[in-house]
């Protein structure tokens, strides 16, 4: 799997945290199930940050799931090349927000489980392997930092 250099894939646990994928902290609570236990808001960087990755893995799995509910091509799996899938999909999300815009009230997303419940281009660079390095725990930590100070002045 291959990632442009400078973008990441959100992962669980089960891939490293290398370049181009982010995963969680380990032992630290993440599902938001955890959250609505009553244990109260995050307690340091690493909670916040595991709440955060934690809530956007469940906005684009609740997306691909309407995605797929509505574009049958997405369903099953690809005969066309890496690159016309990549072409395929977006052109499924432009008519996706075509659509969205045309139509506030979108009746497939009333048929799709609430996301909680639900438990390469020429001449640019890209990851292709997904060995741990020192350097990329050490931007996680960063970021989770500077989210949690932001999240702390925000009050």
């Known amino acids: 799997m291959e990632v ?3 973008n990441y894939y959100l992962c669980d646990n089960g891939y490293a945290n290398a370049d181009g994928f982010l995963t969680p902290y380990r032992g630290v609570r ?6 609505d236990s009553g244990a109260g808001g995050p307690q340091n960087k690493e909670e916040l940050f595991n709440l955060k990755h934690s809530s956007a893995r469940n ?7 309407l995605l797929k509910v509505r574009w049958g091509i997405l369903r099953s799996q690809s005969v066309y090349p890496i690159d016309v899938q990549s072409k395929i999909i977006i052109a499924c999300c432009l008519l996706h927000n ?3 815009n045309k139509m506030p009230e979108d009746p497939l997303e009333v048929e799709l489980p609430d996301a909680c419940e639900v438990d390469g281009e020429i001449g640019v660079e890209c990851i292709s392997s997904s060995e741990g390095n020192p350097i990329w725990p050490a931007w996680r930590d960063e970021l989770a930092s500077s989210m ?3 999240w ?3 009050g």
């Open 98 to 100: 075509f659509i969205r």
């Open 30 to 35: 993440y599902h938001l199930k955890e959250w």
């Open 148 to 150: 949690y100070n932001e």
């Open 4 to 6: 442009v250099q400078g």
């Open 59 to 65: 906005v684009i799995e609740s997306t691909f799931g």
């Open 152 to 154: 702390l002045t925000r």
